[in-house]
């Protein structure tokens, strides 16, 4: 969502109500998905909790980082150049897809 937000076509009300629903949208998805490991697999609950948990603290910093940055109005600009940053992220999906995998 960091880039979603960045790459707004503008700041007017209905894109910032657009984007915080669709925010809100994949919160209750990994929320439904934690849940659901829950009950069917608990071995996996765990890690997929940590990557959630991870995810969006990486997220939101960079969305708040994002939300103060004016909308790109030119084609060039819509190339950030930098990546942000999902080590953490990245090595908590890790984790958690190989417990997925010995799940199976």
Do not use: K
């Not at 707004?8 to 910032?16: D, K, L, N, T």
């Amino acid at each position: 969502m960091p880039y979603r937000i960045r790459r707004r076509p503008e700041s007017s009300p209905a894109i910032r109500q657009q984007l915080t629903d669709e925010v809100s949208g994949l919160l209750a998805r990994m929320a439904f998905h934690q849940a659901w490991l829950h009950i069917e697999a608990t071995t996996v609950a765990g890690p997929y909790a940590t990557l959630v948990a991870t995810a969006r603290a990486e997220a939101s910093a960079q969305m708040s980082l994002a939300w103060r940055q004016s909308p790109i109005t030119t084609d060039t600009g819509m190339n950030l150049g930098i990546p942000y940053p999902r080590d953490r992220s990245n090595a908590a999906r890790a984790t958690c897809i190989e417990v997925m995998r010995r799940h199976l």
